[in-house]
């Protein structure tokens, strides 16, 4: 084996070993989980602007992902799991924004701000959360 072909092996495994940390990564660090103990955790999540969120249902019971209107950086959009384009709307129809265990629901956060939301179902609870966009 020549030095040439060496360094072309060598490439390679570190081409490869790049590739899985990518692939393996998941973004664990833009996911927040809802737990049994009715709860989202994090609670506070914070991430950079254009940042694509996932929440995923962990626990064995149905919660929604349900901004507060007003908690909501000025002219940012609406969300709410089930797709609803206002907080009467998702809370007209709970069970259409309910998750089940182990379904997800993704929210691209573009503009900074702190987007407060909750858990309709849970909001006795104190189910709630926020995520704070950084520029
Ligand atoms: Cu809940």
Not at 65 to 78: K, N
Request: with cysteine; aromatic share 8%.
């Amino acid at each position: 084996m020549n030095a040439f072909t060496k360094l072309g092996l060598v490439m390679l495994v570190i081409g490869l070993a790049l590739g899985a940390c990518a692939g393996g990564d998941g973004g664990d660090d833009n996911t927040v989980a809802m737990q049994s103990g009715q709860r989202f955790e994090p609670e506070t999540l914070t991430v950079s602007a254009g940042t694509t969120v996932t929440f995923v249902n962990d626990s064995d019971e149905g919660h929604t992902v349900t901004a507060y209107e007003e908690e909501l950086p000025e002219g940012a959009p609406y969300f709410s799991s089930g797709g609803f384009e206002s907080e009467d709307a998702a809370r007209d129809d709970v069970a259409g924004g309910l998750l089940s265990t182990g379904e997800e629901f993704e929210v691209t956060f573009d503009q900074p701000g702190t987007y407060g939301y909750v858990c309709i179902p849970h909001e006795g609870s104190n189910m709630t959360g926020s995520v704070v966009v950084e520029e």
